[in-house]
């Protein structure tokens, strides 16, 4: 049976990553989280005071990106891959909601688009791929023979968010955590370069009311359907 390639779109805390391991999982395909590259570029602007402190210093973060290598690598006991930046393993450190208040602003930045867009490109070019993240269907792949855009109701990704990171055993408000949702809407449908948008093809999912099996089952059987098509 022919492979193809799934490209998931999407607002942020929509599950999209977990939707697309599942699948990916189920489909024997290669998952790639995109956003956690995005995040991981991040992490290292933060951890070296380029974003995050009393100034931005985000040109130096560019003149930088060369020096910044990422990879996934597997973890067969947790069963999906895991981020790691110049060597480390930085999986947990990415899920923070202080990185979440940065990252779409790290994303905005032509040059990281830029960088990150070409890996994905990379990572993808057999089919067999389940990538997700913001600009997937509408400029990393768009050709892509499966296109979906996920969304929900801020309230709804919020309740979600908020209590994913009180189960890491993070200290947060609801207020906060909805604070940053749409805070993130709003520069990644309005940024520059590869504004989050629906490609014209895509499958709009929206998730508001229901729950991860329900979520699951039908993508499955959209992608099934769309395999069998190829």
Do not use: C, H, W
């Not at 899920?95 to 990252?103: A, G, H, I, Q």
């Amino acid at each position: 049976m022919s492979k193809i390639t799934i490209a998931i779109d999407g607002f942020s805390s929509t599950g999209k990553s977990t939707l697309a391991k599942q699948l990916a999982k189920a489909l024997g395909y290669v998952y790639v989280d995109t956003g956690a590259m995005y995040r991981a570029v991040t992490l290292f602007a933060m951890r070296n005071g380029f974003i995050g402190g009393e100034s931005e210093k985000l040109e130096d973060l560019v003149q930088l990106l060369p020096k910044i290598k990422l990879r996934f690598e597997p973890n067969a006991a947790l069963g999906f891959s895991e981020m790691y930046l110049n060597g480390e393993n930085i999986e947990k450190q990415i899920r923070t909601l202080e990185v979440s208040n940065y990252v779409s602003r790290v994303a905005e930045i032509e040059q990281v688009r830029y960088k990150l867009v070409e890996m994905q490109k990379e990572m993808g070019k057999e089919k067999g791929v389940v990538m997700d993240g913001r600009d997937i269907g509408t400029v990393v792949f768009p050709d892509a023979e499966l296109k979906v855009f996920m969304t929900a109701s801020p309230q709804a990704r919020a309740t979600r968010r908020y209590k994913e990171l009180l189960d890491r055993g993070e200290k947060v408000s609801y207020e906060e955590v909805l604070e940053n949702v749409q805070k993130r809407d709003f520069i990644d449908s309005n940024r520059e370069f590869s504004p989050l948008r629906k490609a014209d093809d895509a499958i709009e999912f929206d998730n508001s009311d229901m729950g991860l099996k329900e979520q699951f089952e039908r993508l499955l059987s959209i992608a099934t359907r769309f395999i069998e098509k190829a």
